[in-house]
T-cell receptor, first 112, second 115 residues
Framework: KQEVTQIPAALSVPEGENLVLNCSFTDSAIYNLQWFRQDPGKGLTSLLLIQSSQREQTSGRLNASLDKSSGRSTLYIAASQPGDSATYLCAVLYNQGGKLIFGQGTELSVKP | AAGVIQSPRHLIKEKRETATLKCYPIPRHDTVYWYQQGPGQDPQFLISFYEKMQSDKGSIPDRFSAQQFSDYHSELNMSSLELGDSALYFC??????????????FGPGTRLTVL
């Protein structure tokens, strides 16, 4: 069964810290992996998409890495800010045009 | 740039009533996906359509049906509503013919509350 797991479920850090969110998937034959941000009760904002052939993607203070062979991805957030507080979801696509399989998310709280 | 449009944004219904959710994909996108996100849960795939034909089906109850119309918009029909149907319903769209065929763009969601 294709499953996506995110650890930790919740994380609280002081402002300015660098942090890492983890995502693991059981079936390594992925097509791509995507990181989303979701504010409470709101929609999904796409942050980074990594193709299966790529090792990492960067956007501003965010860096996502992918290790297909070990079934893992990490989202690194540098110099965290209170505005980064949200739930971060990792989602895996196994087939072009197919469904996304989501992890349960990591709820991040950045304290001023 | 145009985004995925969903309507209504909020919907309140009584148990056993019927609800219809609408999704308007990004222009020239040919594939629509529906996801359901319960409180504190991750989004779960319901159903998808490519060129007006159902392309994949997930954990969608028999009480729900969906279709994609000739203008590519999609509707999710939900009958005999139950309290457990209360959730955020997302629609996403993608294009199988553009350069980015593997990117799903999400709408803002419809929040359905069943009382």
């Amino acid at each position: 069964k294709q499953e996506v797991t995110q650890i930790p479920a919740a994380l609280s850090v002081p402002e300015g810290e660098n942090l890492v969110l983890n995502c693991s998937f059981t079936d390594s034959a992925i097509y791509n992996l995507q990181w989303f941000r979701q504010d409470p009760g709101k929609g999904l904002t796409s942050l980074l998409l990594i193709q299966s052939s790529q090792r990492e993607q960067t956007s501003g203070r965010l860096n996502a890495s992918l290790d297909k062979s070990s079934g893992r991805s990490t989202l690194y957030i540098a110099a965290s800010q209170p505005g980064d507080s949200a739930t971060y979801l990792c989602a895996v696509l196994y087939n072009q045009g197919g469904k996304l399989i989501f992890g349960q998310g990591t709820e991040l709280s950045v304290k001023p | 740039a145009a985004g995925v449009i969903q309507s209504p944004r909020h919907l309140i219904k009584e148990k056993r009533e019927t609800a219809t959710l609408k999704c308007y994909p990004i222009p020239r996108h040919d594939t629509v996906y529906w996801y359901q996100q319960g409180p504190g849960q991750d989004p779960q795939f319901l159903i998808s359509f490519y060129e007006k034909m159902q392309s994949d089906k997930g954990s969608i109850p028999d009480r729900f049906s969906a279709q994609q119309f000739s203008d590519y918009h999609s509707e999710l029909n939900m009958s005999s509503l139950e309290l457990g149907d209360s959730a955020l319903y997302f629609c996403a769209s993608s294009s199988m013919t553009s350069e980015y065929t593997d990117t799903q763009y999400f709408g803002p969601g419809t929040r359905l509350t069943v009382l």
